[in-house]
């Protein structure tokens, strides 16, 4: 059943492509020619912005990592570590960021604290973006209300994340699963990964963990805005933060990976829903993946090179748990 449902997507997806090469290709060459007149410095505020994104997370991870290990690794190896993981962005669902394990347990991680910051990021990612997606409401009166219903549902999906009700929940539907199932070890797995994670559902490393977040892919969707801008439209900065989570949100409910043609259609659909013109949203849309998936997996596999280089280097002493 999987193996018809893989063919009829592969089939929809080459139906899609074709169609929009026959529909767009004129628009395709105008859209090139405006990503190849974006000016040097212009790519360096969009580029310093990702960098700020990857900033915000890596602290969000350490706290995380800090708060469930009691470890305090060597900050620019554990950097190294984070960044690394940027290598394996476009597995299905980014799982493979969770590769960091095998080069925390050296430092006295272990596995399943590793694992549990590696759903928490996720968890934390999906609720900011969740909300964030829904500024692009802004540039439709009258439908505000939806920013209201995103945030509430936000609100209340916390409280049952901090409430004994998730531990019954789980609970009830592990009793209604065979022992030997997928199901049941997957729900024995989110058991203990909130058992983990129980230190971090305190409202403080809770707070302190959305607001990191939240401004990490605020950041994210003002390099949009600015991207944009540049290009020559006019459309307003929440509109475009809203696009942008909004093209994270679906590329990472596709678990494509990495969101590849996903994120881009709706990033494209959505710029020409506010008001930017088919060519200048390809454009804008082209650019704003150079300068954040394709940046991150580039610099993932400068840190992986750095990693590997420091552990052939002669001399140095293997890392041992502090």
């Not at 494509?256 to 990033?267: C, K, R, W």
């Amino acid at each position: 059943m999987k193996r018809v449902g893989s063919i009829v997507l592969g089939l929809l997806l080459v139906f899609g492509l074709v169609f929009l090469y026959r529909r767009f290709h004129t628009e395709a060459a105008a859209a090139w020619q405006d990503v190849r007149h974006l000016g040097a410095l212009q790519w360096v505020v969009v580029l310093a912005l990702s960098l700020l994104n990857y900033g915000l997370r890596y602290l969000r991870w350490a706290r995380v990592i800090q708060a469930l290990s009691s470890r305090r690794l060597p900050s620019l190896r554990h950097l190294l570590i984070y960044v690394a993981g940027f290598a394996f962005t476009t597995t299905p669902g980014k799982a493979g960021e969770a590769l960091r394990g095998l080069a925390l347990k050296p430092f006295g991680v272990e596995y399943r604290h590793s694992f549990s910051a590696f759903i928490w990021e996720r968890l934390m990612d999906m609720l900011v973006v969740s909300l964030l997606c829904c500024a692009v409401v802004t540039a439709f009166p009258g439908q505000a209300w939806l920013l209201a219903l995103a945030g509430s549902a936000t609100i209340a999906f916390v409280l049952v994340l901090r409430s004994p009700l998730s531990d019954a929940v789980l609970a009830h539907f592990a009793r209604r699963c065979t022992p030997q199932s997928r199901w049941r070890r997957l729900s024995d797995q989110l058991s203990q990964t909130r058992h983990d994670t129980l230190v971090l559902l305190q409202w403080g490393p809770l707070g302190t963990s959305l607001a990191l977040g939240f401004f990490a892919w605020l950041a994210e969707g003002v390099g949009l805005f600015y991207v944009v801008d540049a290009l020559g439209a006019s459309i307003s900065p929440t509109a475009a933060v809203g696009v942008y989570a909004l093209s994270m949100l679906v590329g990472a409910l596709s678990f494509i990976p990495g969101g590849l043609g996903s994120a881009e259609a709706v990033m494209v659909l959505g710029l020409t829903t506010v008001g930017c013109s088919l060519p200048t949203a390809a454009a804008a849309t082209v650019i704003c993946r150079m300068a954040t998936l394709w940046f991150a997996i580039v610099l993932g596999l400068l840190a992986c090179l750095a990693l590997g280089h420091d552990a052939r280097r002669p001399g140095v002493p293997r890392e041992s748990a502090p």
